[in-house]
């Protein structure tokens, strides 16, 4: 079992200077970022309704090393080796009023979406290499930390006005424009946001319509710190190592349905509306449709008390509540898979594990444990003797976000 630590990030960043250095010309790079991924310990589906989220940061996560050069060329370079298009993209940097586009190789539309975005004024070319041990497409949002560790790069080469709010928001614009995935926002949040030792409670609720830029949204996105690094429980990630290929279109149907639902109810969004109003309205949804909003109402609430139960450390509460998000995912929203339930299922069975759910979008990925730390061992060796395919496992602990590496 992996347990994953700070120090393979700073491994990494060692090897991508190297990397670096063999590709562009023998001199070391003057800039090296690093973003984490995440992974959510509870409110699944609920950022993109104006909910809760609470997730926390991972010691896992992408790195950029580079240095800006005279030429008005970008030039990138990935070590990915799952991926199999080129590993190497090069294009001027835009003008004003130019656009870049999305395209291929499609890993680069993430780094092309910020460079897009960023607002902070024209931006010198430069020479990059991208590293991540973060495992890709894996549901931990690899593609989110590539997006925020893409940012804080640039903000070296043209410091911004460093609102992490911002960050977040561009980023996530990167992804709907440039990946076409009409993602929420927890992913660039907590990647910018994590802190080593905490879950992040994060509410996702816009108190007014978003305004014509960014900036207006300052004042709501609200967060709050939940300690978590008690010596005597673990968070413990199994990947399914599955990735069904219904992701891509599952996800803005549900998001769809969701805002169907709100508008029924009369609301601006789901996280307006309580149970009771679900019920009264029932006969003028459809089935489908009611379900999902019942996920959603249900989930808010079941992550508003779930932070609750971590900030009093009241473990028990918090599995019941991480196995109750499960299940409504599971038969409501319907984005978990039978390899999902399986990891689940065999993971409830050993005793000092407090809760186990899917975590992410769904539809394959990975699922997220709490448990008493003497129990990781017992439950690994449980869980791959019961699931039908071979599972990766993480034991980690809550990170920092964004960083700048200082180089010697
Ligand atoms: C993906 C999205 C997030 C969030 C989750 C589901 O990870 O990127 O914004 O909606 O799915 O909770």
Request: hydrophobic letters at 35%.
């Amino acid at each position: 079992m992996e347990r994953t630590s700070e120090s393979d990030l700073v491994s990494l960043l060692a090897a991508t200077r190297g990397v670096y250095k063999r590709i562009f010309g023998g001199v070391d790079p003057k800039i090296a970022v690093s973003a984490p991924g995440r992974v959510n310990l509870i409110g699944e589906h609920t950022d993109y309704n104006q909910g809760f989220v609470l997730p926390m940061a991972l010691q896992m996560g992408t790195v950029v090393v580079g240095s800006p050069r005279e030429d008005r060329i970008i030039s990138i370079v990935t070590t990915a080796e799952e991926t199999e298009e080129p590993k190497r993209v090069e294009f001027p940097v835009p003008m004003e009023g130019g656009a870049l586009e999305p395209g291929e190789p499609r890993w680069a539309n993430y780094v092309k979406g910020v460079i897009q975005h960023y607002e902070a004024g024209p931006l010198p070319g430069f020479s990059a290499v991208i590293a991540s041990n973060v495992p890709l497409g894996g549901g931990l949002s690899s593609s989110a930390s590539l997006e925020v560790a893409t940012y804080t790069f640039l903000q070296q080469l043209r410091p911004d006005d460093g609102d992490p709010v911002t960050k977040a928001l561009v980023c996530q614009k990167a992804e709907h424009t440039f990946a076409m995935m009409p993602c929420g926002i927890m992913d660039q949040f907590i990647s910018v946001m994590g802190k080593e030792g905490h879950a992040l409670l994060i509410d996702c609720r816009i108190p007014f319509r978003a305004g014509p830029t960014v900036k207006r949204l300052l004042r709501s996105l609200e967060t709050h710190l939940v300690p978590l690094s008690d010596p005597n429980v673990v968070v413990l990630i199994t990947n399914s190592n599955v990735r069904h290929i219904l992701t891509g279109s599952e996800y803005p149907t549900r998001r769809r349905q969701c805002e169907e639902a709100a508008k029924v109810l009369g609301k601006a969004s789901l996280r307006e509306a309580n149970m009771a109003d679900l019920e009264a309205s029932k006969a003028l949804l459809s089935e489908e449709v009611y379900r999902r909003a019942k996920h959603v109402i249900g989930e808010i609430e079941r992550t508003a008390r779930a932070a609750e139960a971590l900030q009093s450390k009241d473990y028990k509460i918090f599995g019941q509540l991480m196995v109750e998000s499960h299940n409504s995912l599971r038969d409501d929203y319907e984005v978990s898979c039978p390899e999902l339930d399986e990891l689940v299922s065999a993971a409830l069975e050993i005793p000092g594990v407090y809760g186990s759910r899917m975590t992410g979008g769904g539809f394959g990925g990975c699922t997220v444990t709490l448990l008493e730390s003497g129990a990781a061992e017992k439950v690994r060796r449980h869980i791959e003797e019961k699931y039908s395919r071979t599972a990766t496992f993480y034991l980690t602990q809550p990170s920092d976000g964004a960083k700048v590496h200082r180089l010697p």
